[in-house]
């Protein structure tokens, strides 16, 4: 019994501080206005020189190897994510193992390297075909764009269950096909690549299957006030997360930077992009079309919106269109702006600055700031049957509402003021807190009266 009750404090306390660490707030929790975790050893430090920065791939992800055939194709399991390389020639296939009821989305970024001469129509192309090579869903395509410049690009592809096609209805295995667009002469070489399936659960009841009619389009004005400094992220793994506010960094030429924001259903996320004047107002009259891109991924790294913003050396301000509330049934809209926005969870900003802006204005670093607005009443959501993979992907908060069976995670109505505003994220910290603060009691509460039992002889 002294073994069991030594071995039952340690546990108990490592519940307890596990619970602590991970509120917002704590030493555990990476706060918005603190620096991101280390990211993996892929990554480098900031410097002057555009080709120091890289992405940065998630930590301890296994390495697959692109089959040229489907024969030897490499399988990917759903809530794990893979690093790859991506050949200038030629399709590579992974193998996928379905059921017959959930949804698989699979998004495949590529990486040129930093010093590679593109094009700007080059770029990735991905799909998920079933064993009789039909695609399930329209291949996505992703190019360099004007800016002309080396940067991650994202596609994804997706096995959608209930579907109004008659193909990929069934269990059994299907291919992921990745492959290299437009390339040309000028820009041959391997590309890193790092693919992420995701699994989302069917569900215990079955709704609407038409995306709804209105919602409000306005845009609104993005929050004002004093900008709060941050350090943006080197990828998806390890994006800096944002609350509602305004939010400023540092970005050079070459450079991408990723940050992320919770966004629950029935929630709107707005975002503007302001670069700040280069030293000398652009006096030497350069000019870089695409020079900024500012772009919007959804949890599971699919594309929702971007804009590119042209430099000339003074300041510049960018803006994603209007996006409708997130809601499950945006999926079955013919937008692809409007179906992105079909689950709750961490939405990725992502940010790069064309390598060209530097032989024009300089080295920098550019100012950017980022203003972030979340509007809207956090809903249920739509009532999962099993738990996504990775788990909580589509979950806000620390406890979390994926199913909608945990109440009111603290939803603002976005017009807090987020950075030093009391806005979402400032609510969801509050009840990330109250949780965190309830395991405690819970469990001091348990201690105290086994104490009392063992102090009586029971």
Same mark, same amino acid.
């Given at each position: 019994m ?26 555990? !929790?990476?706060?918005s ?21 890289? #992405? ?5 992800a ?5 089959a040229?055939?489907? =024969?030897?194709?490499?399988? +990917?399991r ?7 390389? +991506? ?20 998004? =495949? ?6 010093? $590679? ?26 190019? &360099?764009?004007?800016?002309?410049? @080396? ?20 269990? %059994? ?6 492959e ?7 820009? @041959? ?33 993005? @929050? ?49 992009a ?12 350069g000019?870089?079309? %695409? ?17 590119? &913003? ?8 960018g803006?994603?269109? $209007? ?8 999926? #079955? ?11 709750a ?7 790069h600055?064309? $390598?060209?802006v530097?032989?024009? !204005?300089?080295?920098? @670093? !550019?100012?950017l ?22 788990s909580? &992907? !589509? ?20 017009d ?17 807190? &109250? ?22 002889g029971?």
């Open positions: 002294g073994r069991r009750t030594a071995w039952w404090r340690v546990t108990v306390m490592g519940v307890v501080l596990g619970a602590v660490a991970g509120a917002p707030g704590s030493p555990g !929790f990476a706060a206005t603190s620096p991101p975790a280390s990211p993996s050893a892929s990554a480098t430090s900031p410097s002057s020189s555009a080709t120091a920065s890289s #992405y940065a791939f998630a930590e301890d296994p390495s697959v190897t692109g040229t055939d489907t =024969a030897d194709a490499e399988r +990917l759903p809530g794990t994510t893979y690093r790859s390389s +991506l050949p200038s020639d030629g399709k590579v296939y992974y193998r996928l193992v379905l059921d017959g009821t959930s949804t698989v989305y699979v998004a =495949a970024t590529a990486v040129p390297p930093t010093d $590679a001469s593109v094009t700007p129509t080059e770029g990735v192309r991905v799909s998920v075909q079933d064993a009789e090579g039909r695609s399930c869903s329209a291949p996505d395509t992703a190019s &360099i764009g004007a800016g002309r410049s @080396p940067r991650p690009l994202t596609v994804w592809g997706a096995r959608q269950l209930p579907t109004s096609r008659s193909l990929c209805r069934t269990a %059994g295995t299907y291919y992921v096909v990745v290299r667009v437009l390339r040309t002469a000028s820009s @041959p070489g391997d590309w890193d690549l790092e693919l992420a399936p995701v699994l989302e659960p069917g569900l215990r009841k079955a709704g609407s299957t038409s995306a709804p009619e209105a919602w409000d389009s306005a845009t609104p004005s993005p @929050p004002g006030g004093e900008s709060v400094r941050l350090r943006g992220g080197k990828g998806f793994g390890s994006a800096t997360a944002l609350e509602q506010g305004a939010w400023r960094d540092d970005l050079r030429p070459g450079q991408t930077l990723f940050y992320k924001v919770p966004v629950d259903w029935g929630q709107q996320v707005y975002a503007t302001d670069l700040s004047s280069a030293s000398g107002g652009g006096a030497g009259g000019f870089v079309p %695409g020079g900024v891109n500012l772009a919007l991924y959804n949890p599971v790294r699919g594309l929702v919106d971007d804009t590119s &913003i042209s430099y000339n050396g003074s300041q510049k301000s803006a994603l269109a $209007a996006l409708p509330p997130v809601g499950y049934d945006n999926r #079955y809209a013919v937008s692809d702006r409007v179906g992105g926005m079909r689950f969870g961490s939405y990725y900003l992502v940010v600055l064309a $390598a060209r530097g032989e024009d !204005f300089g080295d920098g @670093p !550019f100012e700031t980022l203003r972030v607005r979340v509007k809207g009443a956090a809903t249920a959501g739509p009532g999962y049957a099993g738990q996504s993979e990775p909580g &992907i !589509f979950q806000v908060g620390l406890l979390g509402r994926a199913s909608g069976a945990v109440g009111d995670a603290g939803a603002s109505d976005g807090g003021g987020g950075a030093g505003g009391g806005g979402t994220g400032m609510k969801l910290v509050a009840v990330g807190g &109250i949780g965190a603060g309830t395991v405690v009691l819970v469990v001091l509460g348990v201690w105290v009266a086994v104490g009392r039992r063992r102090a009586a029971v």
